[in-house]
């Protein structure tokens, strides 16, 4: 797969290793084992910057533009497919923040809602994720040229530099340490 597939799946590994820390807080939670809010909120914190506001920024848009340039559609197509996961995601993390905040305060039902929003969120990222890898970004990589691929790493840059001082690596380091201190 050339570089800006490469880019794209190598994120996706990284989101990942906090998908693999929230279900490790999850299955706390539901054993009755108590985790400090400050951790519920590093986890959604990490979400929101890095797969949201980064990598699902960087396929709306960059990828997706130049997917449908080359004939993939839209609208009742593939990328609206995605385009509508992405917001059902931003939604699910709002769910998640707003009972990581309950649950700060004490509120003794807001562990289940945390679990159960947490629940959806990764049942519906893994596979969105796997959709992207398997066949969107396969597809991509065989009908964009040369000329594409490169413009696609040009405008990467561009999402990079717009990081506010912190770069994919501080991401990655984030995402280990809660996957190392968080997974079971
Ligand atoms: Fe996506
Ligand atoms: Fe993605």
């Not at 809010?37 to 914190?45: G, K, P, Y």
């Not at 993390?93 to 945390?114: C, K």
Request: charged share 35%.
């Amino acid at each position: 797969m050339s570089k800006p597939f490469h880019i794209l799946k190598h994120e996706h590994r990284v989101i990942e290793r906090g998908l693999r820390a929230l279900d490790g807080v999850c299955m706390r939670l539901e054993g009755g084992t108590a985790v400090p809010a400050s951790v519920l909120f590093e986890i959604i914190d990490f979400t929101t910057a890095f797969a949201d506001r980064y990598h699902h920024r960087k396929e709306e848009t960059v990828l997706f533009p130049f997917l449908e340039r080359r004939g993939i559609p839209r609208e009742g197509g593939p990328l609206g497919a995605m385009e509508h996961e992405h917001q059902i995601e931003r939604e699910l993390i709002g769910d998640l923040r707003q009972a990581a905040a309950l649950y700060r305060e004490g509120d003794v039902t807001a562990a289940t809602r945390f679990v159960e929003a947490a629940r959806a969120f990764l049942q519906l990222l893994v596979g969105h994720i796997e959709k992207e890898d398997n066949i969107l970004f396969r597809l991509g990589d065989e009908i964009l040229d040369d000329e594409d691929k490169a413009a696609l790493i040009e405008s990467f840059k561009q999402v990079d530099s717009e990081l506010g001082g912190r770069t994919p690596e501080d991401f990655e380091r984030i995402a280990s340490e809660l996957e190392e201190k968080w997974a079971m």
